[in-house]
C-alpha cells in the first residue's frame, strides 16, 4: 500500500465541541458530521439551533476543522447523538415501558407513581437547559443525549466546588470591593480619555482560589450545558450553595434515571434470550381502610418532635399506599429467623428523585460513587429514625436536605426494620457494629446526637411497608 492510498470510509462520523468561558461571555457549541467526502458543520450559542455551513474535503478537513476549534478552547463535549446501547435500540420511552411493569393495585397508586415520575423530570429540566424526551424517555442537552461517564464527571467537579465554596465566600466577604475580571464589562474613561480602573485586585489566597473555582465551573458547564443569559455573571454560575445544590439535585436525578434506563437496555438484551425479568417488581395499593390508615396516621403525628421546625410540626397525611417489593419479602422472612423475629417500624425519608429508583431495586447500601461523601456519622449503613419529623426533614425541602421543593407534597417511608441485637455507640463510628450486635441505635444525649438513629448495615433486614404523601400547610 503506497502512501497516497485512499481508503473509502463510509461510517459517519460526529463530533461535537463545547467552549465556555466566562471571561469571554462564551457559551458555545460547534457539531461536525463528516459522511464520505460532505462535512456539515452546525455552530452557535448552547440553547439556540445555531448556523449551518457544509464543506467537501472528507477526513483530513473534517480532522482540520476540529483541530482549529479545539486551538481556541473548544472541548470535546461529554453527549451522544444516539440512544443505542449493548447493540440495542430504545424504540419507546423507557420509563414508560418499566413503569408499566408495577402492580398497581387501583388508580390511585397509578397516579402516585405517574405524579413521582413527572416531579424527577421537572426537577432535571427546571434549572437547567436539559429537556425530556417523551419519545423514548430520555433526557437530553440542547446538543445531544446526556452520557454517564459525564455525569459522574460533573458530579466529581460539584464536590470540588462544594469543598472550595465556602472558604472563597469567607475571604470575598472580607475584601468587599473586590470586582474579579470577567465582572468588569468595558472600560471606563474620564471626560479627558483616560481609562479609569475600578477593579480592586484580590488578595493572593482570594485570587488563588477565585481561579480554581473559575476552572471548575466552565469544566462543569461544558458537562453539563446549561442556558445561561451571561456567563460573565456570577450569580448564574455556581458561587452560591444554593447554585449548587440545584445542579447536584439534577445530576443526582440524571444519574438516577440513567441507571433505569441502563437495567432496561439490559432487559432489552435478555429478551433476545427470553431470560428477561421486570425492572420492577413491586406492588403497590391505596389504603382505604380507615383503622390501618389511622394506625398509621397516629403514629406520624405522636413521633413527631416540635424542635424540627414548625413546617414539620404542621404536616399532615393525606394519603398512604401500601408498597410490597418482591425481593424484600423472603430476604426479610429468613432475617427474622436468623437474628429475631421482633422488628420496629421506623421511618425513612428520601428525596423525591430517589423513589422509583427504590421501588425498583430496594433501600442499597450507599456506594463510594463519584461525588459522594464517603460514609456518615455512624458508617455505610441505611438509616432511620423513630421520630417522624426527623426523616420528613431528609425529604424535599427538609432541613437537612438543600434540595428546593416547589410543590407541598413529599414522599417517605415507613418500614419494618430488624434491628436484632443493637449497639449504642458513644459517638460518630465507621466500622459497623461489633461481632454478636446487628445494628447501631444512636441514642440522643448518649451518642453525640440530639435524635435517635437507628443503622442497619444489611438491606436483608429491612422490609419497605408503606409510603406516606404528606403535606406542608
Same mark, same amino acid.
Given at each position: 500500500?503506497? *502512501?497516497n ?7 459517519v462520523?460526529k463530533?461535537m465541541?463545547?467552549?465556555?468561558n466566562m471571561?469571554?461571555n ?6 461536525a458530521e ?6 456539515l !458543520?452546525?455552530y452557535?450559542?448552547v440553547g439556540?439551533k445555531?448556523v449551518e455551513?457544509?464543506?467537501t474535503?472528507g477526513l483530513?478537513?473534517f480532522? @482540520?476543522?476540529l483541530?482549529?476549534?479545539r =486551538?481556541?478552547g473548544? /472541548?470535546?463535549?461529554m453527549i451522544e447523538?444516539? !440512544?443505542?446501547g449493548?447493540?440495542?435500540k %430504545?424504540q ?10 408495577i ?5 390511585l397508586? /397509578?397516579e402516585?407513581v405517574?405524579?413521582i415520575? %413527572?416531579?424527577n423530570?421537572?426537577k432535571?429540566?427546571?434549572s437547567? =437547559?436539559i429537556?425530556f424526551?417523551s419519545?423514548?424517555? %430520555?433526557f437530553?442537552?440542547?446538543l445531544?443525549v446526556?452520557q454517564?461517564t459525564? !455525569?459522574e ?6 464536590s470540588e466546588?462544594? /469543598?472550595?465554596l ?10 468587599p470591593?473586590v +470586582?474579579f475580571?470577567l465582572?468588569?464589562k468595558?472600560?471606563?474613561?474620564? @471626560?479627558?480619555?483616560?481609562i ?6 484580590p ?5 488563588l482560589?477565585?481561579?480554581k473555582?473559575f476552572g471548575?465551573?466552565e469544566?462543569y ?11 460573565r455573571e456570577?450569580e448564574n454560575l455556581?458561587f452560591s450553595t444554593?447554585?449548587?445544590n440545584?445542579?447536584?439535585s439534577t445530576? $443526582?436525578a440524571?444519574l438516577e434515571t440513567?441507571?433505569?434506563? $441502563?437495567d #432496561?437496555?439490559?432487559k432489552?438484551?435478555?429478551k433476545?434470550?427470553?431470560?428477561a @425479568?421486570?425492572?420492577?417488581? !413491586? ?6 381502610d ?5 394506625l398509621?396516621n397516629? %403514629?406520624?403525628?405522636?413521633s413527631?418532635n416540635s424542635?424540627h421546625?414548625y413546617k414539620?410540626?404542621k404536616?399532615?397525611l393525606i394519603?398512604l399506599y401500601?408498597?410490597k417489593?418482591?425481593s424484600?419479602q423472603?430476604?426479610? *422472612?429468613?432475617?427474622?429467623n436468623s437474628?429475631?423475629?421482633?422488628f420496629?417500624l ?8 430517589n423513589? #422509583?429508583?427504590?421501588m425498583?431495586?430496594g433501600l ?5 460513587s463519584?461525588g459522594?461523601k464517603a460514609?456518615?456519622m455512624?458508617g ?9 419529623t +426527623?426523616s420528613?426533614?431528609y425529604c424535599?425541602g ?7 421543593? *416547589?410543590?407541598n =407534597?413529599v ?5 419494618s426494620?430488624?434491628t436484632?441485637n443493637?449497639f449504642?455507640p458513644?459517638?460518630p463510628v465507621s466500622?459497623p ?5 446487628h445494628s447501631?441505635w444512636?441514642?440522643a444525649?448518649k451518642?453525640?446526637?440530639m435524635n435517635?438513629e437507628?443503622?442497619?448495615?444489611s ?9 406516606l404523601?404528606i *403535606?406542608y400547610?
Amino acid at each position: 500500500m503506497t *502512501e497516497n492510498t485512499v481508503i473509502e470510509n463510509t461510517e459517519v462520523q460526529k463530533q461535537m465541541l463545547i467552549q465556555f468561558n466566562m471571561n469571554h461571555n462564551n457559551n458555545k457549541f460547534y457539531y461536525a458530521e463528516l459522511n464520505g467526502e460532505q462535512i456539515l !458543520v452546525r455552530y452557535g450559542r448552547v440553547g439556540n439551533k445555531g448556523v449551518e455551513h457544509k464543506y467537501t474535503g472528507g477526513l483530513k478537513k473534517f480532522e @482540520s476543522l476540529l483541530k482549529a476549534k479545539r =486551538s481556541k478552547g473548544y /472541548k470535546d463535549a461529554m453527549i451522544e447523538e444516539t !440512544v443505542e446501547g449493548s447493540s440495542v435500540k %430504545l424504540q419507546k420511552n423507557v420509563i414508560e415501558t418499566a413503569l408499566n411493569e408495577i402492580n398497581y393495585k387501583d388508580d390511585l397508586s /397509578k397516579e402516585l407513581v405517574k405524579t413521582i415520575s %413527572l416531579k424527577n423530570v421537572h426537577k432535571i429540566t427546571d434549572s437547567t =437547559s436539559i429537556t425530556f424526551d417523551s419519545n423514548d424517555g %430520555l433526557f437530553k442537552t440542547p446538543l445531544g443525549v446526556i452520557q454517564r461517564t459525564g !455525569v459522574e464527571q460533573a458530579i466529581k467537579l460539584l464536590s470540588e466546588i462544594e /469543598k472550595d465554596l465556602p472558604q472563597f465566600l469567607d475571604l470575598w466577604s472580607k475584601e468587599p470591593t473586590v +470586582k474579579f475580571d470577567l465582572q468588569v464589562k468595558g472600560k471606563k474613561r474620564t @471626560s479627558d480619555g483616560i481609562i479609569v480602573n475600578h477593579n480592586i485586585q484580590p488578595s493572593a489566597s482570594l485570587k488563588l482560589l477565585a481561579d480554581k473555582l473559575f476552572g471548575l465551573n466552565e469544566q462543569y458547564f461544558v458537562i453539563i450545558p446549561n442556558k445561561i443569559k451571561s456567563a460573565r455573571e456570577m450569580e448564574n454560575l455556581l458561587f452560591s450553595t444554593k447554585a449548587v445544590n440545584e445542579q447536584k439535585s439534577t445530576c $443526582d436525578a440524571l444519574l438516577e434515571t440513567l441507571n433505569l434506563i $441502563d437495567d #432496561l437496555k439490559n432487559k432489552n438484551v435478555d429478551k433476545i434470550e427470553d431470560t428477561a @425479568s421486570p425492572t420492577f417488581r !413491586v406492588e403497590i395499593e391505596h389504603v382505604n381502610d380507615e383503622t390501618v390508615f389511622a394506625l398509621v396516621n397516629n %403514629l406520624f403525628e405522636t413521633s413527631k418532635n416540635s424542635a424540627h421546625g414548625y413546617k414539620c410540626k404542621k404536616s399532615r397525611l393525606i394519603k398512604l399506599y401500601r408498597i410490597k417489593l418482591e425481593s424484600q419479602q423472603d430476604a426479610f *422472612e429468613k432475617c427474622k429467623n436468623s437474628i429475631s423475629t421482633h422488628f420496629n417500624l421506623l421511618w425513612h425519608g428520601t428525596k423525591t428523585q430517589n423513589l #422509583l429508583s427504590i421501588m425498583s431495586k430496594g433501600l442499597l447500601l450507599p456506594k463510594l460513587s463519584p461525588g459522594e461523601k464517603a460514609g456518615a456519622m455512624f458508617g455505610d449503613g441505611l438509616y432511620f429514625a423513630n421520630q417522624s419529623t +426527623k426523616s420528613l426533614n431528609y425529604c424535599d425541602g427538609g432541613l437537612w436536605n438543600q434540595n428546593s421543593n *416547589e410543590n407541598n =407534597s413529599v414522599y417517605m417511608f415507613l418500614a419494618s426494620v430488624i434491628t436484632g441485637n443493637h449497639f449504642v455507640p458513644m459517638g460518630p463510628v465507621s466500622s459497623p457494629p461489633p461481632e454478636g450486635y446487628h445494628s447501631y441505635w444512636a441514642k440522643a444525649g448518649k451518642s453525640q446526637v440530639m435524635n435517635d438513629e437507628i443503622i442497619v448495615f444489611s438491606a436483608d433486614q429491612i422490609r419497605l411497608d408503606y409510603i406516606l404523601e404528606i *403535606e406542608y400547610n
